[in-house]
């Protein structure tokens, strides 16, 4: 069971970059890193998934090192409501049931 | 294509009563994922169903609580004698394939309950 650790909590201001990293030692070989945001109210909400290297979609881009034990949400030019929680997961696939393991997150406070 | 769908949106009950938390999955999606989320926490896995199978309840609490997956109709979570500690937003989730393919898990809004 891969566990997974990322700050708790980070400020940024309007138009900044914020980079979320997060930390996976024990990564299996067959993980994908997924990353999930959460506003107040809602449910959590799919933004980006990868398995090495990079990859970017209209929302955010992830980047992963050669070694996989982390991996970096980075989210270009934030706006007030990108304000929300923001977790990063990895897939449990020893039992195959697909069940998402959520740790803290890391609360992202975007201030004007 | 509508989303994952629960309801009620917020459900009060007093100490004692029985809560019954409905969701119904993303059209096409056959599996079904129940999380709760307490107060200033991380959601929680609780158990995980296929259409009338329920595949990994590990993270159910042993008492009070059940699920379903019927073959007809919504996945029902269902907590009988409910207590303060029950108090917690409750989300689903719904995905169209295997889990062990790592596919994404669509969340839905959430059931607030609140135990009085």
């Known amino acids: 069971l891969a566990k997974t650790t990322q700050p708790i909590s980070m400020d940024s201001y309007e138009g900044q970059e914020v980079n979320i990293t997060c930390s996976h030692n024990?990564?299996?070989?067959?993980?994908?890193i997924t990353w999930y945001q959460q506003f107040p109210s809602q449910g959590p909400r799919f933004i980006i998934q990868g398995y090495k290297t990079k990859v970017t979609n209209e929302v955010a881009s992830l980047f992963i090192p050669a070694d996989r034990k982390s991996s970096t949400l980075s989210l270009p030019r934030v706006s007030l409501s990108d304000t929300a929680v923001y977790y990063c997961?990895?897939?449990?696939?020893?039992?195959?049931?697909?069940?998402?393991?959520f740790g803290q997150g890391t609360t992202l406070q975007v201030k004007p | 294509n509508a989303g994952v769908m629960q309801n009620p949106r917020h459900l009060v009950r007093r100490r004692g009563q029985e809560a019954r938390l409905r969701c119904s999955p993303m059209?096409?999606?056959?599996?079904v994922y129940w999380y709760r989320q307490l107060p200033e926490e991380g959601l929680k896995f609780m158990v995980y169903l296929q259409k009338e199978n329920i595949i990994d309840e590990s993270g159910m609490p042993k008492e009070r609580f059940s699920a379903e997956f019927p073959k007809e109709g919504p996945s029902i979570l269902r907590i009988q004698q409910v207590v303060r500690g029950d108090s917690a937003a409750y989300f689903c989730a719904s995905s169209p394939l295997d889990p062990a393919l790592q596919e994404t898990q669509y969340f839905g809004p959430g059931t607030r309950l609140l135990v009085l």
């Open positions: 024990n990564i299996a070989t067959n993980d994908y």
């Open positions: 997961l990895v897939g449990e696939t020893s039992s195959n049931t697909g069940k998402l393991i």
């Open positions: 059209k096409g999606h056959s599996h």
